[in-house]
């Protein structure tokens, strides 16, 4: 059986690392998964979207024509209810740098400090892109609903993780950030978003 290659088009080495754990766990054989690193570098359009889904169409479609490979990639974020839904397609660069986990989660927490327990709810979005060979794409969405905390808690994961305690009652009141990794996965935006492209990847994976 030839294995089919997959790149993964993430510069966020955890977020990379869920999506690997992710495609693994789904048990797909035949699929050659690699990241950016493995392949030569290649000029990354800005994530200009104005939806997660755009911006993760963005992010495969570049991958896909720079390297003649599928691609898979994810665009993903937080969606606070007080703040009809920023940060968003921003939250990576919410504080203004790119990536910068801790300032991001001040920033966020100092504005929504005045925000009451009833309305504290959040969503966090990931929208998964696969673009084939041929130019067949797929794009899918998961979310993740909970409410956000006053203060961070727990190590694990990335991003906001600290600051999110989902809804579903298998976390018992944890932050996201206080899950392992199986339990995350099990529950999350890119989990439920990753569960949706299974039948596509097992198609390319000539299964
Ligand atoms: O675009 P790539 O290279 O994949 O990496 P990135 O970190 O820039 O990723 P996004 O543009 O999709 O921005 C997503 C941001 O949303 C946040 N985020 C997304 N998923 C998250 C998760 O599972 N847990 C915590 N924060 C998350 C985190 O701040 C991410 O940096
Ligand atoms: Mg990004």
């Given at each position: ?80 209810d007080a ?29 929504i400090?005045?925000v009451p327990d009833e309305r504290r709810g ?25 409410v956000m ?59």
């Amino acid at each position: 059986m030839t294995t089919q290659r997959i790149l993964v088009a993430s510069r966020n080495a955890k977020k990379l690392a869920e999506l690997r754990r992710v495609l693994d766990a789904a048990g797909i054989v035949g699929l050659d998964v690699v990241g950016l690193d493995a392949v030569p570098e290649y000029p990354e359009e800005p994530e200009t979207g104005a939806t997660f889904e755009e911006n993760a169409l963005i992010k495969a479609r570049s991958g896909a024509a720079a390297t003649g490979l599928v691609c898979l990639a994810d665009d993903s974020g937080l969606a606070v209810d007080a703040l009809n839904g920023m940060p968003g397609v921003l939250s990576a660069r919410w504080s203004g740098g790119h990536g910068d986990d801790a300032a991001n989660n001040e920033l966020l927490l100092n504005q929504i400090s005045d925000v009451p327990d009833e309305r504290r709810g959040a969503a966090f979005v990931s929208a998964c892109a696969l673009v084939g060979p041929n130019g067949d794409e797929t794009v899918v969405r998961g979310e993740w609903r909970g409410v956000m905390l006053r203060a961070p808690r727990g190590d694990n994961g990335f991003g906001y993780d600290p600051l999110f305690v989902p809804d579903d009652a298998v976390a018992s009141g944890r932050a996201s950030a206080e899950l392992s990794a199986s339990e995350k996965d099990a529950l999350s935006h890119r989990g439920k978003a990753l569960a949706q492209l299974v039948p596509a990847l097992r198609s390319l994976a000539g299964q």
